[in-house]
């Protein structure tokens, strides 16, 4: 006697073992020997429970059987690509190609299943127990000032063009100014972030010594101190040296080097806190002094030292931690528990920037529409670089899972951001100006990056993974090829023509190809 | 002693009168009365009753009132352009414009929020009772073969463009062959269906009486009954000929020649089964005994002939039935009941319909993944035309508020649908026809109309009343002017470029103007 798995009424959920095949009648039995793996068989008979001894605790239908009488071949399925088995290593853009098999495994029944359940907590939550009113906004809009990144909508009046907004973000506040007080919604996002596990280690600090190396001799911390917005930023790996070696903290300069253009200067320290730098000689011993006491150095720590503009110096720093994290962990240094959801909010970010070709002019650290900190507004009309926002990030186990801020209410205050700091064209954006005129409440609220969020609850390292039909990272569908190729009758009703680049006689024939098929 | 209306923390729903105004501090006193209609204001007080007899039962918050103690006047609101009364009629295109206004009407604060709370109720109902999986899919797909309205947006790659999917139909498959036995979605939806109160009223039959006027004199008759899809088909108003005089009739001839290019020959019964008609004498003895028994016509029935191709003279009756209904109830007749739900399954419609503009060829009645009706599979081979689908549609109170389909699980008789009898480009679906080989269960599904079932649920005219950011009948947003134009340079990323119609001139000039201002 032998037993053979197919699913009943609902797949994945509940396999079923059919029994006594073989006592079965030849025509049944010939139906269920010969279907290939996966094919759909709809079979009648009677649940029995399984012999003693031969139960199954890790199935949920472990303990019974089915006695099959009659079968049915509903679908035969052809020879797969891949076995659909989690341990079974297959490549992603083939399991992209075939994203209806790859759907079957334990893995993303699992994760869109959960999906599902969290949004639905996170409904209930909202609708049921705090009154939030779930009301869906346009995704034909118009092009936004600094929607550079919005695809076009071809309308079929010659010259105008739809855009798909990035987020909702005009129409949540519409909807603050219409009357609704609590609004939220699950609006769409198709941008690929990747799949870096963006995870923060505990164990680093990082503090400004920018002023222990005011007079240094060394060459690229002196270059960067000389630069307005330069900074030395330091990084302590307590107890480190005793598992980097320097070939580790070689492969870290190396990388900082290649990703960041940016020098990093290692220091070891060994017993009776010794430099072992290849710049030791060029370290005075009144900042060595200051040095330690600032970084509270101790026995056999790491210290890598970076230096350049503010931001990218300690995004520099930011980046070492986890791959300092990285090589520990490898080591068998236990850092992070996965298990655990730390929680941090980021406040305080600077309301404008200096834009990155045009430092003289400013641009908005996130929106034009966040507020800024009430006791910075005086700074908008004096010193505008200053202003803190009203803007928050939350982040989770160190990947930023969700922002939001609170939003200007006037209109006044509204247009003299957008127009005299920012130089935008504020016709754009008059419907909105217009609206804060009409009696708009103060209002705020965040948005939570579903993708990224359920990522870190799954344990999974891509968001394509939390996806039913992700796209690939350069927005291919795998599955069906899009985006396709459009025959130019199907373009004309929206008065556009491809412009084709000089160097695309390949593509144009393909295209070709493709019409007269 | 008097009362000024302001919305606490709860605008909308909460509306609270502030006591005492006379009573406060000077300074309070000049806020709250210099305040313009809808400004903002921040109150603190004390909630105290209501003076006895000066309760409000109509009101939520009617028992109580605020003893102001400080106020702060947070936005100021401008001169309106409408007074936000539901009884002060104003123009849908005003609406629209001030949309957010327009949202503060109790009208659309009740709409939107019974919008959110019914879809609640349904995730709550498949979500939690029966085991169903909310999966997004994407909106950003490519063309398929009969999408004629789908929306194309292009992609930085020359010549390739994605579509927006009218709806999630390929999708839904996919998921069911991944292993998501049950699944749903609120998918997006942007047809705009116009505001016809599409309502069926019940006091009428239609038969087909063709075989009474097979020998008749009468010209439009003769002609449709001399080609192959030719009909005639009647409808009786019962007592009609006691509220609709000839001018009521001739408007209806009117409508029907107007709206359909067809006529209508409209016959009165008076007493004694006399017949009035403008034809009256062209109609035979032996041809009005054998209509009269057919229609059951009793005395004061107004009946109304129609004929042409069989769709359209059924589908012009059916608008008939509407507009005889609309007169009557005009003139006091009570015919429909609004508060009632009465549901209708539409079943055995056909799967394949003649091409209108050559009538030889075949063309879905849906859409080509729908599953004939077991029966009927034999058919495919020999009559297709004669062969019925497994769709179905939904109908409430006379508008159609969904339908779905048995798909077409098999691959063989997918490709034969699509190849054999409609001649479609098969490459273009692939994917879909690749997934079925490979262990596809047989499904089907349903889609819900949610705009129109608000609107029948909400009881508003049109759905306009139901969204909270709807297009205009031509697809603009009146309120922010999307579609817009954008600048050359933006679409170059895109590789496209407009092509504009000779007599474009003036809109291209609008163009420049706008990126020049």
């Not at 930023?400 to 951001?417: D, F, K, M, P, T």
């Amino acid at each position: 006697m032998w037993r053979v798995a197919f699913f009943s009424l609902r797949p994945r959920s509940h396999l079923v073992w059919m029994d006594s095949v073989q006592k079965s009648a030849a025509s049944v039995k010939k139906i269920l020997c010969e279907a290939p793996v996966e094919s759909v068989v709809q079979v009648s008979g009677t649940v029995v429970a399984r012999p003693p001894g031969q139960e199954n605790p890790k199935m949920p239908t472990g303990e019974i059987e089915i006695k099959v009488k009659t079968a049915e071949l509903l679908n035969s399925c052809k020879k797969l690509p891949f076995e659909i088995k989690d341990f079974v290593k297959k490549t992603e853009a083939l399991r992209l190609q075939y994203r209806y098999l790859d759907l079957r495994s334990f893995q993303m029944q699992r994760n869109l299943r959960l999906r599902s359940q969290m949004v639905m907590r996170m409904r209930e939550y909202l609708c049921n127990l705090h009154g939030f009113i779930d009301i869906e906004t346009p995704t034909l809009f118009k092009k936004t000032p600094g929607g550079a990144k919005e695809f076009l909508v071809p309308s079929r009046e010659p010259g105008k063009f739809y855009s798909l907004p990035q987020s909702p973000q005009q129409f949540k506040q519409l909807l603050m100014i219409g009357g609704f007080d609590r609004y939220f919604q699950v609006a769409r996002c198709y941008r690929d972030e990747g799949s870096r596990p963006d995870r923060q280690p505990e164990f680093t600090q990082i503090i400004d010594i920018s002023n222990v190396f005011r007079n240094t001799e060394i060459g690229f911390l002196q270059d960067a101190l000389s630069k307005p917005q330069g900074t030395v930023k330091a990084i302590c790996v307590p107890g480190g040296a005793k598992y980097l070696k320097r070939k580790d903290i070689e492969s870290i300069r190396k990388f900082a080097v290649d990703h960041f253009n940016q020098e990093v200067l290692p220091v070891f320290l060994k017993t009776s806190i010794n430099w072992n730098s290849p710049v030791a000689e060029l370290i005075m011993e009144e900042q060595r002094l200051e040095f330690i006491r600032l970084m509270q150095v101790q026995e056999d720590d790491v210290i890598l030292l970076t230096a350049g503009e503010h931001q990218k110096a300690c995004s520099l720093l930011g980046k070492l931690r986890l791959e300092c994290a990285d090589l520990l962990e490898k080591k068998g240094v236990v850092l992070r528990d996965p298990a655990l959801f730390s929680f941090l909010w980021v406040v305080d970010f600077p309301l404008f920037l200096p834009k990155e070709d045009n430092p003289r002019e400013l641009e908005s650290a996130h929106h034009p529409f966040t507020a800024p900190h009430p006791s910075d507004i005086h700074l908008l009309y004096t010193e505008p670089e200053k202003v803190r926002s009203q803007h928050y990030d939350l982040v989770l186990n160190g990947s930023e899972i969700g922002g939001g801020s609170i939003r200007i209410h006037n209109a006044e205050l509204q247009h003299y951001v957008l127009a005299t700091l920012l130089k935008e064209d504020v016709k754009l954006l008059s419907h909105l100006l217009q609206a804060l005129d009409y009696g708009a409440p103060p209002h705020g609220g965040i948005a939570l990056g579903l993708d990224r969020l359920m990522c870190l609850v799954t344990g999974s390292p891509s968001i394509r993974d939390v996806i039913a039909f992700p796209k690939s990272f350069r927005g291919h569908d795998l599955m069906s090829s899009a985006p396709d190729c459009v025959p130019p009758e199907d373009l004309k009703p929206y008065h556009i023509q491809v412009s084709w680049p000089a160097d695309s006689e390949s593509e144009k024939n393909s295209l070709n190809l493709h019409q007269e098929s």
